[in-house]
């Protein structure tokens, strides 16, 4: 079968169906171009696939020389490797030399059929006469030449214009067979060095030039038959070399015995390295591999994709050889800047040439040692199975895990080898440690007056539900990280007012609720529920809080992130707007409310200038899920600023005398976790149970290196991968058990008012809870919600990207996004896999309203061990959603308790004017906040009479 196995061979042994896909795709050369337009200078662009055969060959070609036989190999090579991109089961075969193609015998007919085939028809070649004459059909249609064509590239010199003709003539005899092997030794193959070799091959060459004659060197790749003499010439050169008599034949150093040292050899090939060449004393520039693309790759006639012969079916044996893609002699792999507990993993890259399969592999007993190690596979060793391509590429993958930060690192070594060709590749390790990148994370709290309104139906006020939020933060937040505050309303006021104040960049030491940094920012937060007033500035609170990060250190904090909350609309300057361009942290926002209710366009457009996002609540409802909403969304954006990923966070309650057990999976990319368990009342005890039926819980968690914290309604666990149990494996399904305390219920349930907001539910269905698990991984989702307008109908883009070990994963995940619309109904939206490790999907959004999107991965890791990731993005239109946003006082802002737009705590006669004017008028542009300035001083003058 000579169709798609990759091998070449006489164009006379294929099915004619071959021969007519082949023919196919020579046309189709024709219709595909290289980039750009032919008055490009100093290299033309715009030429055809087909003819820049001709431009390489007439100003590059290599002949009556050392170099003459690889040369043509490159350019055969490269040819099959286009054939293949129109359709990938060809093969460029060759026509033998020793057969007239005009009639040659006992030729592949179809059908089983044998018999005398002529390749010079116009449904093959085209033309074969003895008289020079045009290769007619089919190549005329295909605009092989252009009859009269006033841009003839013979007169122009422009290799993307066409040429007027392109002729042929046949005429004498085809190569004796005896001029390639004899008896007697004098036969091209019967030579022992290259020299002698190459020097009968040319020879033959120019004879079967002369028979079927195309033109001089410098027009004869204008005709495809070309590449069939040149391609015969190259399997026997290929014949020649895989001798099993002669393996210095494949050996770069000894291929072209005595003239190895010739300088052309020795030098770059051309013009495929690095697209310029001076072949006729002229220097000529050929893209793409010049200017402006630039894909040249520099190598020599020693190279192994000009050493190792392709595969035809006349070759004595498979070859293969390897060469190392990595830099440096002996190569280097570069473990640079790993975080302190990180593992790093780089890959020992290899191109893997010839017409056969292969074996790289770790040589025994030359492995790497500690902190080097093999990552994948972990047998250290990888098939890479033969593909028509020039080459297949293969990877070993290596891992350094990081020790101390900053601690010289010696340098490693591993050996590979390919194990068909015996070639061995030692290889150097090099790496160093830094500390674990720590964050500065500066909150950014609203307190203008409608903090003291209902946040929706809950039942909660605005500001009790930024409080719990923002005190579960503080209470989550990983030491060696930093945390500040500032307050605003109408103005943002510094860390040291002494009415409003804040709390400086302060390092958080260790993991348990009295670190002294914790307890002064749990402090600051509970101190944000006091003096409670005036208007909105959000740009203010931005622009104070990067102010703050900026004057930090970076020594301090390698990374810093501003977190936003406000619950409406910008109604003081400073605005978002006025602030966006000098934003250059990364940036979160949670709006407290619905699209409506904060500047959802302009928030949305920061944040993700910055690779932060948007949290939009809604409004709040007593549902259980909006009961934990706020808190999770401030726990989402902690692991998004320290690069957390979420493995999954579960709602739901739990009665006395029950059980509930949430499973999740850890694996052998993750570096710690934390469990986090939020509940409305402190009732309830978490365990956590590993695999293998190891557990742990607040008694036995100091004895195994784990830390646990019980800090008001949030339990904790924290630890490091792996846990110090006797199996000492963590990959795996872990479960977190809660159990409520029968005596703390009874406790709570007795003190609770008749009224008490919250009572019946709690004695009827028992506590709230909410469980998230995070873990400090090797394996990473990060995921981004775009949309192209804000109005409804606008197309919103999920995208996610999933790495492991800095790898794309690879077809070994699927993603899927769980939204919910406005109206609250549901559907699930498949990811696609649009290139390794890249995930995205578009939706339009039809309603007005918020949309969530609950982005889910799950896969296999590279050791097959199952993975799952998740992350919940908001976006949000609305009918005005893209017209301009200024400042404004908007009516769901009135009445606020306590906010009078900052003329004081008691509202006035004035006052109350004010706010009359503000509901009925809507204030939306300076004109009409002028007009309400106007009748202000009338009521002034008024009331001073």
């Known amino acids: 079968m000579a169709l798609n196995d990759g091998i070449r061979r006489n164009i006379a042994d294929v099915d004619p169906t071959e021969r007519a896909l082949l023919r196919d795709a020579f046309i189709q050369l024709n219709q595909r171009f290289f980039p750009g337009t032919r008055t490009d200078s100093p290299a033309a662009g715009g030429v055809s696939w087909w003819f820049k055969q001709d431009e390489i060959h007439q100003a590059t070609h290599v002949h009556n020389g050392p170099g003459f036989i690889p040369w043509h190999r490159e350019i055969v090579n490269r040819l099959e490797e286009m054939l293949r991109q129109i359709n990938p089961q060809l093969s460029l075969h060759y026509w033998d030399w020793t057969q007239d193609p005009r009639n040659i015998s006992n030729a592949n007919l179809g059908g089983g059929t044998a018999g005398n085939l002529n390749l010079f028809t116009a449904d093959f070649m085209g033309y074969g006469g003895a008289a020079s004459a045009s290769i007619g059909e089919p190549w005329l249609s295909a605009g092989y030449y252009v009859p009269g064509t006033p841009n003839d590239r013979n007169v122009t010199g422009n290799p993307a214009d066409p040429c007027a003709d392109v002729f042929r003539n046949i005429s004498g005899s085809p190569l004796a067979a005896d001029r390639i092997t004899k008896a007697d030794g004098t036969g091209i193959l019967d030579q022992v060095d290259f020299a002698d070799m190459r020097t009968k091959m040319e020879s033959a060459h120019n004879d079967m030039h002369s028979f079927v004659n195309m033109g001089s060197a410098h027009i004869s790749f204008r005709d495809p038959f070309v590449f069939l003499l040149h391609s015969n010439l190259d399997r026997l050169y290929a014949r020649w070399q895989t001798d099993p008599a002669h393996p210095e034949r494949l050996v770069p150093e000894t291929v072209y015995g005595a003239e190895s040292g010739d300088a052309e050899l020795n030098s770059f090939i051309e013009p495929w390295s690095t697209g310029h060449?001076?072949?006729?004393?002229?220097?000529?520039?050929?893209?793409?591999?010049?200017?402006?693309?630039?894909?040249?790759?520099?190598?020599?006639?020693?190279?192994?994709?000009?050493?190792?012969?392709?595969?035809?079916?006349?070759?004595?044996?498979?070859?293969?050889?390897a060469e190392v893609i990595n830099p440096g002699t002996p190569p280097v792999i570069n473990f640079n800047d790993v975080p302190s507990g990180d593992t790093a993993a780089r890959a020992a890259s290899f191109r893997v040439y010839g017409c056969g399969a292969a074996t790289i592999r770790v040589k025994p007993g030359f492995g790497p040692a500690a902190p080097f190690a093999v990552l994948f596979p972990a047998s250290g060793q990888v098939a890479v199975p033969h593909e028509k391509a020039l080459f297949t590429e293969a990877r070993i993958w290596l891992a350094y895990t990081a020790g101390a930060a900053n601690v010289a690192v010696p340098d490693g070594s591993v050996t590979l080898q390919c194990v068909e060709s015996g070639q061995e590749f030692a290889f150097t390790l090099k790496a160093n440690s830094i500390v674990r990148p720590r964050v500065a994370v500066m909150l950014a709290l609203d307190?203008?007056?409608?903090?003291?309104?209902?946040?929706?139906?809950?039942?909660?006020?605005?500001?009790?539900?930024?409080?719990?939020?923002?005190?579960?933060?503080?209470?989550?937040?990983?030491?060696?990280?930093?945390?500040?505050?500032?307050?605003?309303?109408?103005?943002?006021?510094?860390v040291a007012d002494a009415t409003y104040p804040g709390l400086n960049m302060t390092r958080i030491v260790v993991n348990d609720a009295f670190d002294a940094g914790r307890i002064a920012a749990r402090n600051s937060v509970s101190l944000h529920a006091t003096n409670v007033n005036g208007w909105t500035s959000i740009g203010d609170g931005l622009q104070l809080a990067r102010t703050i990060l900026t004057a930090v250190p970076i020594a301090d904090y390698e990374q810093k992130a501003v977190i936003l909350f406000t619950d409406g609309l910008e109604t003081?300057?400073?605005?978002?707007?006025?602030?966006?361009?000098?934003?250059?942290?990364?940036?979160?926002?949670?709006?407290?409310?619905?699209?409506?209710?904060?500047?959802?366009?302009?928030?949305?457009?920061?944040?993700?200038?910055?690779?932060g996002y948007l949290k939009l609540t809604g409004v709040l409802s007593a549902d259980i899920n909006d009961y934990f909403l706020t808190t999770k969304y401030f726990l989402q954006i902690l692991a998004g600023v320290t690069n957390d990923q979420i493995v999954l966070d579960p709602d739901g309650y739990i009665a006395p005398g029950t059980e509930v057990t949430i499973a999740f999976t850890l694996n052998e990319t993750d570096i710690d976790a934390t469990v986090v368990l939020l509940t409305d009342y402190p009732v309830v005890n978490m365990a956590i149970q590993a695999i293998l039926a190891c557990f742990i819980d607040s008694a036995n968690a100091a004895g195994l290196g784990v830390t646990y914290s019980?800090?008001?309604?949030?339990?904790?666990?924290?630890?490091?991968?792996?846990?110090?149990?006797?199996?000492?494996?963590?990959?795996?399904?872990?479960?977190?058990?809660?159990?409520?305390?029968?005596?703390?219920?009874?406790?709570?349930?007795?003190?609770?008012?008749?009224?008490?907001?919250?009572?019946?539910?709690?004695?009827?269905?028992?506590?709230?809870?909410?469980?998230?698990?995070?873990?400090?991984?090797?394996?990473?989702?990060?995921?981004?919600?775009?949309?192209?307008?804000?109005?409804?109908?606008?197309?919103?883009?999920?995208?996610?990207?999933?790495?492991?070990?800095?790898?794309?994963?690879?077809?070994?995940?699927?993603?899927?996004?769980?939204?919910?619309?406005?109206?609250?109904?549901?559907?699930?939206?498949?990811?696609?896999?649009?290139?390794?490790g890249v995930f995205d999907a578009p939706f339009q959004a039809h309603?007005?309203?918020?949309?969530?999107?609950?982005?889910?991965?799950?896969?296999?890791?590279?050791?097959?061990?199952?993975?799952?990731?998740?992350?919940?993005?908001?976006?949000?239109?609305?009918?005005?959603?893209?017209?301009?946003?200024?400042?404004?006082r908007p009516d769901d802002q009135l009445p606020s308790t306590g906010e009078t737009g900052g003329l004081g705590d008691t509202p006035t006669g004035i006052d109350k004017i004010v706010e009359i004017l503000t509901r009925c008028c809507r204030i939306n542009s300076r004109i009409l906040w002028g007009i309400a300035l106007f009748l202000l001083i009338i009521v002034i003058l008024l009331l001073r009479r």
């Not at 934003?583 to 904060?598: K, S």
């Open 277 to 321: 060449s001076e072949a006729f004393g002229t220097e000529h520039f050929t893209r793409p591999w010049y200017a402006p693309e630039n894909q040249g790759e520099p190598h020599t006639y020693k190279h192994a994709s000009v050493l190792v012969p392709p595969c035809y079916d006349t070759n004595f044996n498979v070859t293969v050889r």
């Open 447 to 494: 307190q203008s007056g409608s903090m003291n309104d209902p946040a929706g139906t809950s039942g909660d006020l605005r500001i009790d539900v930024l409080k719990s939020a923002a005190t579960a933060f503080v209470d989550v937040i990983k030491a060696g990280n930093g945390v500040g505050l500032i307050r605003f309303d109408t103005d943002a006021y510094p």
């Open 572 to 611: 003081a300057d400073v605005s978002i707007a006025s602030v966006t361009g000098s934003i250059d942290n990364r940036t979160f926002a949670i709006g407290l409310g619905n699209e409506l209710q904060v500047n959802t366009a302009s928030l949305q457009t920061l944040t993700q200038g910055t690779g």
């Open 710 to 836: 019980a800090i008001n309604k949030t339990r904790q666990y924290r630890f490091t991968l792996p846990v110090a149990f006797a199996s000492g494996n963590h990959a795996g399904t872990w479960k977190a058990i809660l159990k409520v305390d029968a005596n703390d219920y009874k406790k709570y349930a007795a003190g609770l008012d008749r009224d008490q907001r919250g009572r019946q539910s709690f004695l009827t269905h028992g506590a709230r809870y909410s469980v998230l698990v995070n873990t400090y991984s090797n394996l990473k989702m990060r995921a981004t919600l775009t949309q192209n307008s804000f109005e409804p109908e606008a197309t919103l883009t999920l995208r996610s990207i999933l790495t492991e070990y800095d790898i794309p994963v690879d077809h070994r995940a699927t993603v899927h996004a769980d939204v919910t619309r406005p109206d609250h109904t549901h559907f699930i939206l498949p990811l696609g896999e649009v290139e390794p």
């Open 847 to 888: 309603l007005p309203g918020i949309y969530h999107c609950r982005i889910v991965a799950s896969g296999a890791t590279l050791r097959g061990k199952p993975f799952t990731r998740e992350i919940t993005l908001d976006g949000a239109v609305y009918r005005g959603g893209d017209g301009p946003s200024t400042p404004t």
